[in-house]
């Protein structure tokens, strides 16, 4: 039996010069629990009288507005002047106490959620998968995060990849198509050759295919795509599964 018959739901891609990588909840944990772990040490620290979760919620439904005022997809010159993650949470804190009514610190608040995103936990199949890749291919990384946080969170997993490249860095957040071209500059590689993996169907998806790369969609817990949703190249729900698609691209 060929690997072919191994893996028939795996495409062949065309083969890549470079392999890209967006970083949270594609190499490490940054999912809710995660979050309401950060909030509870927030309250805890702050004597805050409310419910980590609710305050979480709260927060996120700011956060989540900032996120979807700071790019502007159809004219990237319209976006609003760029705002590092440390900045717009800290005023999404302000923000979120002010509307609950609590004396809360929001630029400490903010301070515990940036030291927090350097020490998510890592997924089990993260290091097998670049340790695989890392002789065959060259690695690098664009993530939507402040170098604060990237840096260590990746420095401390003993991760090496030739270039690291963060949303602060190029002051412009994925998936503007500058942030791309911004990783494939600092890689010599043209966006053609290049794959991009990453979880997020808007941010990585979309974003890689705008530009050219092969956009690699990592579905860890087989999520729907839903119908009018960007469509990816490739679909795994395992990063180990990158070999097989290197083993039999073209
Ligand atoms: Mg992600």
């Not at 980590?52 to 159809?74: C, D, M, S």
């Not at 302000?94 to 890592?122: C, H, N």
Request: net charge neutral; charged share 25%; glycine share 6%.
């Amino acid at each position: 039996m060929n690997r072919e018959d191994v893996n028939p739901g795996l495409p062949r891609l065309r083969r890549p010069r470079a392999i890209l990588f967006d970083v949270y909840d594609t190499l490490f944990i940054n999912g809710v629990e995660e979050w309401v772990g950060t909030f509870e040490r927030i309250c805890r620290a702050q004597s805050l009288q409310i419910g980590a979760k609710e305050l979480w919620t709260h927060w996120k439904r700011i956060e989540v507005g900032f996120r979807q005022r700071r790019t502007n997809l159809a004219d990237p010159s319209m976006s609003p002047p760029f705002k590092s993650y440390a900045v717009a949470w800290t005023e999404c804190f302000a923000q979120t106490f002010k509307e609950l009514g609590l004396k809360g610190d929001a630029s400490g608040a903010a301070q515990r959620s940036v030291t927090d995103m350097s020490k998510r936990p890592i997924f089990e199949d993260t290091k097998p998968a670049l340790a695989a890749l890392r002789p065959i291919a060259r690695l690098g990384v664009f993530s939507n995060a402040d170098d604060a946080f990237l840096r260590p969170l990746l420095g401390d997993s003993r991760l090496e990849f030739e270039v690291v490249a963060s949303s602060e860095s190029a002051a412009v957040y994925k998936p503007a198509t500058a942030a791309f071209h911004h990783l494939a500059g600092l890689m010599k590689v043209e966006t053609r050759d290049a794959w991009y993996v990453g979880d997020q169907l808007h941010d990585d998806v979309l974003g890689a295919r705008s530009v050219g790369m092969v956009a690699i969609w990592i579905n860890r817990k087989h999520a729907p795509r839903g119908h009018d949703g960007p469509v990816p190249d490739a679909t795994i729900d395992d990063l180990r599964q990158l070999t097989v698609l290197l083993d039999r691209s073209t």
